[in-house]
């Protein structure tokens, strides 16, 4: 097909699940190393990362990606082998394929193109490559950026490869991403026989008019690019399984999906004093696992809208919509950083797939934007 399909097929037949990146980025550091790339391995814990630069002179524009996946789930579900990589009715189907090793191979490819075309451009280009952006992500980017912090590295823009389309590619650009905050909240009342109430204390009881509160709470109103904080329970839990007792602890899980108009310690302190106003004794332990990052309208977001337009004849919206993502360790050093690759319809699912007609336009999208950027 082309150059970024055989690359991509590659990578798909590598069975890399999270952490392991077999040889994937072996296969990438074969096409950067002779292209002058100084590409360096860097193992954290059980995880390989690859940080690879080209130039040394600014503006530095950096590719960020994975190459582990998600297990594939029950094989005999899969239409074919998902490590195999194979074209069905104009799709690349594999494990991977979506997420994201169509786009690895796409940002690989583009800056091949690019400095074959403009060897004497004026700047540096850069890739932060991991195999733990699946998994607890603790030895992967996050490691990466505390090194390159270390070094004085601060790029100046980074594009993440992750899926950001919804429906077709180019028609979406991830311009920042929601933070996430974790509370397991336990609740301390007295156990005893349920005939005889007032010898007890419910916790269920004594908590459900703070959870109500809770829920109802407005956070806050968002902002132009953000919709409002949401506050979600996942996980509550009480009782022996003994229809006759009391329990003596609630334990409620619950999760703050926040934007730039809170802050970590606002929601906190929020949460503590609507807990405090019932008066029951609690635990409240927290859990901070994404930090969340906007880059507004500027430079980067247009000269990448400016290559989708030119390649698809789209005006790709920018969004904050979903999940955490390794953007979030990239925009502590890079003051603007987005996410941009295929249709996410697949994602994680079984046969896992995108559409051949989309690759070479996604790779030509990445080489343009490069284009804007540096010439």
């Not at 916790?203 to 956070?219: N, Q, T």
Request: with cysteine; hydrophobic share 40%; proline share 6%.
């Amino acid at each position: 097909m082309n150059a970024t399909f055989d690359l991509a097929c590659s990578l798909i037949a590598q069975a890399s699940v999270t952490p392991d990146d077999k040889d994937c980025q072996r296969l990438i550091r074969s096409v950067l190393t002779p292209l002058g790339f100084a590409c360096e391995t860097i193992v954290s814990g059980n995880v390989t990362n690859l940080w690879a630069r080209h130039g040394d002179a600014a503006p530095l524009i950096v590719f960020a990606g994975h190459t582990d996946v998600v297990p594939p789930g029950p094989l005999d579900k899969w239409t074919s082998d998902p490590f195999t990589p194979t074209v069905r009715d104009g799709r690349l189907y594999g494990r991977g394929a979506a997420d994201m090793k169509t786009s690895v191979a796409a940002m690989v490819i583009a800056a091949r193109d690019f400095i074959t075309s403009h060897p004497d451009y004026a700047g540096s280009i850069g890739f932060i490559i991991t195999s733990d952006e699946e998994g607890i992500a603790v030895d992967g980017t996050d490691a990466v950026v505390k090194i390159l912090e270390q070094r004085g590295i601060r790029p100046d823009y980074c594009i993440v490869g992750e899926p950001s389309s919804l429906k077709k590619m180019g028609d979406t650009i991830k311009n920042g991403r929601r933070g996430s905050l974790c509370g397991q909240l336990t609740v301390f009342g007295k156990q005893g026989h349920i005939a005889y109430p007032k010898r007890a204390a419910n916790p269920i009881h004594l908590a459900a008019p703070a959870l109500a509160e809770l829920a109802a709470e407005v956070w806050d109103n968002g902002n132009e690019y953000y919709e409002p904080t949401t506050w979600q329970m996942s996980n509550i839990h009480a009782g022996t399984g003994a229809n006759n007792v009391i329990p003596g602890e609630l334990f409620v899980e619950f999760n703050f999906r926040f934007c730039t108009a809170s802050t970590v310690e606002s929601l906190k302190k929020r949460v503590h004093a609507i807990l405090d106003k019932y008066g029951f004794r609690y635990r409240l332990d927290w859990n901070y696992s994404g930090v969340p990052f906007l880059t507004p309208r500027g430079s980067l977001c247009d000269a990448l809208a400016e290559a989708i337009t030119a390649e698809t004849g789209l005006t790709p919206e920018l969004s904050t919509s979903g999940g955490t993502s390794d953007g979030r360790f990239i925009a502590r050093i890079c003051p603007q950083v987005v996410e941009f690759g295929p249709v996410t319809e697949s994602i994680h699912q079984i046969d896992e797939n995108v559409l051949v007609a989309d690759i070479e336009p996604l790779t030509a999208i990445y080489r343009r934007t490069l284009e804007k950027l540096f010439l």
